[in-house]
């Protein structure tokens, strides 16, 4: 069962999300933020190994994104784009008074927080992105339809579960996967409607961001499984090249979904660029 958190009120969404802080109240100075903004047709619960690893020393704002978990669901025929979804993060941020954040996005939620760095600079110290691609490849694209003549197609005929079963070794490395993690990821998509999976998915089908990569001078961490079908090494490589403040790790041995099977590396990771990028 999907637990119950706080929810906001932001535009048209009610947002439901958690504002993680254990940290120590005697700190002499307030806790930075962590963002972490959970990829297609997910929802918030994907980051939950990450929370524990990052609360004793970080605010963690982790949340259930337009149209997915608990947040709002937009009516059928609704569209949704990139920098939507980048204005509902800051949006929360917004309400919940938190000026700058670290953020965090996992496959499409690094698109979004690729967004978010190129139209609200100013509010992200940090960008991080994890099996992030700049565009949907079109080998994916074709994949994804399982010989439908669209992805709405296969939807409408297996559902968003059924969809997700058939097409789960490209998001998540299965030979790292318990079989577990994997009916519950398959479980926690199919929770998505079936419209706002169709919606997100035109959303990604126009999202590129190649010309626009040179303009995020936000200092960005790349955490890539080198094995990834989705974001192959190439393509990575050649990202983090046109970006002005990047750095690459690869996760050797590894395919896509990262953040799900390494995330003690990934947040280890991410914990040791935050130390060489202190608060600006």
Known sequence: ??????????????????????????????????????GYARNMLFWRPWVPLLAADYRVL?????????TTKPPAGSAMSFPQLAADAIGL???????RAHFVGESSGGIVGMMAALNHADRLST??????????????????????ATRAAAFEKYGVGGWCRQT?????????????????????????????????????????????LPEIKTPTLILSGANS????????????ERMPAA???AFEGYGHGVNMTAPERCVTELRKFLAENPRR
């Open 93 to 99: 941020m917004d309400k919940l008074d938190i000026g």
């Open 127 to 148: 960008l991080t992105l994890c099996d992030t691609p700049f565009k949907r490849s079109s080998n994916i694209q074709n994949t994804y339809t399982l010989g439908e």
């Open 168 to 212: 789960l070794s490209y998001r998540i490395d299965t030979a790292k996967a318990s079989p577990a993690l994997q009916e519950w990821y398959i479980a926690q998509m199919d929770r998505t409607p079936v419209h706002c999976a169709n919606a997100m998915d035109a959303a990604v089908a126009e999202g590129d961001l190649w010309s626009r």
């Open 1 to 38: 069962m999907h637990p119950k958190y706080r929810f906001a009120r932001v535009g048209d969404l009610d947002i439901h999300y958690d504002l993680a802080d254990y940290t120590a109240p005697w700190r002499e100075t307030p806790p930075e933020t962590v963002l972490l903004y959970h």
């Open 229 to 240: 079908p989705i974001v192959q090494a190439p393509e990575v490589k050649a990202m983090k």
């Open 62 to 70: 982790w949340f259930d994104a337009r149209g997915c978990g608990e």
């Open 247 to 249: 750095k690459l790790v």
